[in-house]
């Protein structure tokens, strides 16, 4: 449980591709299996070689065996086998007949014609193994007197007439089983990494195909959250389908939420706006301190409601607002063409540039309310000319600037104006609360709204907010 609980997390792990981690990790077992694989075959292969070696070599020790005869004089006789190789010098085939000294080496009594004059090779330890196993085959790796690998087999046996042990060795040169072996290795671990590559392959297509629909599925997400489209509208596979659908069912209910708040926020203006109303005509209709009073904190308690409803009608659709988008030139021409209008006494002229793929992630009334607050304090303040610029500002961004010809507004005082209520020119009709709303629909939306000083000598506004691919 915790091995596995140790992979899950692995493969969870932030900041990973799936696709990767998977790949590596499917490749990672397919490798190792296929070593294994490769190491089991080879040695089973030379082990299978090794043990038919070795039944000859114990049909050789019981020919031997039988052959060997005891003389009264306790001397060990054995006549040469009937055996080609074991008749022609250093052939690659041997016997030796001996018995064991005190010094745990052994005496040679005779050997075939093959060795000649040399003797095979003993290990030091061979005598008292031979001992310990006494009746039993032991078989080793040594080298022969033309330096050619052998396989050797010993077995201690007495022969009759005789008390002392006596130790029957047979050897046989394995140059052909090594060959074998190796031949046998290099094809099987020729054939295991071809067949590994294969298997990466197929876990690789395999992989990709299968988690395509997710990576459709991601790009479709992304492209309702960029504002390309509303909901996800292809058809996935049944294990994929119910995410989909539940996508698209929050999706609805967040469609939903913005509508009961708009109607909730349009709700509670109409009940607020109305009493204010019939206060601020009453008060209208008297003169005096009191009704003074009362028509000026009614105009602010109006300005108050305005402008926390825009507040929260903002907060509402930037939180729940995904797939909505607005061209940024269409509601820059309508501002600019009914601002010039309602300023057609002072001559303002509203320039403004904006490319036509450059869109607004968020709604169209929330765009037009902060940048028609912006356009019209700038053609208010200004002698004769605005200047209206938006573009792409990278990593999902807009940037918009908005400069005028006037007096421009001091570095000391720009806190000032984006405090609610807050207002340069006392006399000049309003409540204050422009710049105010500007700055909070912006932050509702995740942008900034900062001031500065205009090419054109008066105030320039710039605004950073989401923008929707087109």
């Given amino acids: ?20 981690r998977l790949i590596w990790l499917a490749s990672g077992w397919i490798v190792l299996a296929l070593i294994i694989t490769g190491l089991v075959l080879t040695n089973q292969f030379q082990e299978s070689a090794l043990r038919r070696l070795g039944n000859v070599l114990s049909a050789s020790i019981d020919e031997l065996v039988v052959r060997s005869a005891v003389t009264p004089q306790d001397t060990v006789v054995t006549p040469q086998i009937l055996d080609a190789r074991t008749l022609r010098v250093f052939s690659g085939k041997y016997w030796v007949v001996a018995e064991p000294t005190g010094e745990n080496g052994l005496r040679t009594l005779t050997r075939s014609q093959s060795l000649y004059d040399a003797d095979l090779v003993v290990p030091r330890d061979l005598p008292r193994r031979l001992e310990e196993a006494f009746g039993q085959t032991i078989s080793y790796n040594a080298f022969g007197p033309a330096d050619e690998p052998l396989r050797v087999a010993a077995s201690m046996k007495r022969l009759p007439g005789r008390e002392q042990p006596v130790v029957f060795l047979a050897a046989i040169d394995r140059s052909n089983i090594d060959a074998d072996t190796r031949q046998f290795a290099t094809i099987t671990w020729i054939s295991l990494l071809l067949l590994g590559f294969g298997l990466v392959t197929a876990v690789f297509i395999q992989v990709q195909v299968g988690l395509r629909p ?21 058809d996935y596979p049944v294990e994929i389908q119910p995410l989909a659908e539940q996508v698209n069912r929050l999706l609805d209910h967040n469609q939903e939420v913005v509508e009961r708040q708009r109607t909730h926020v349009g709700n509670l203006a109409h009940a607020l706006k109305t009493p204010l109303s019939v206060m601020l005509a009453e008060a209208g209709t008297q003169d005096g301190a009191l009704p003074e009073i009362v028509r000026r904190q009614t105009q602010v308690m109006q300005g108050q409601v305005d402008h926390h409803l825009r507040r929260a009608r903002a907060a509402a659709r930037a939180a729940h607002g995904l797939g909505e988008s607005t061209p940024v030139g269409e509601v820059v021409d309508e501002l600019a063409v009914m601002l010039e209008r309602v300023f057609a006494d002072k001559g303002v002229e509203i320039d403004w540039r904006a490319p036509d793929d450059l869109a607004f992630l968020g709604e169209r ?30 990593l999902g961004q807009m940037i918009a600037v908005i400069e005028d010809d006037g007096p421009g507004l001091p570095a000391d005082r720009r806190d000032e104006v984006m405090k609610r209520g807050a207002r340069l020119d006392e006399d000049a009709p309003g409540s204050g609360l422009g710049l105010s709303i500007v700055d909070d629909l912006t932050r509702a939306y995740g942008g900034r709204l900062t001031l500065a000083d205009s090419d054109l000598g008066g105030l320039k506004t710039v605004l950073e907010l989401p923008a929707a691919e087109v």
């Fill in 1 to 20: 449980m915790a091995g596995a609980n140790g992979w899950s997390r692995w493969i969870g792990r932030p900041g990973r591709s799936l696709t990767r």
């Fill in 214 to 234: 997710l990576y459709e599925l991601r790009n479709e997400i992304a492209a309702v959250r960029k504002g390309k489209a509303a909901r996800i509208e292809r």
């Fill in 365 to 394: 009334q929330d765009l037009q309310e902060i940048l028609g607050n912006l356009i019209e304090n700038a053609a208010k303040w200004s002698r004769r000319r605005v200047r209206v610029s938006a573009g792409p500002n990278g």
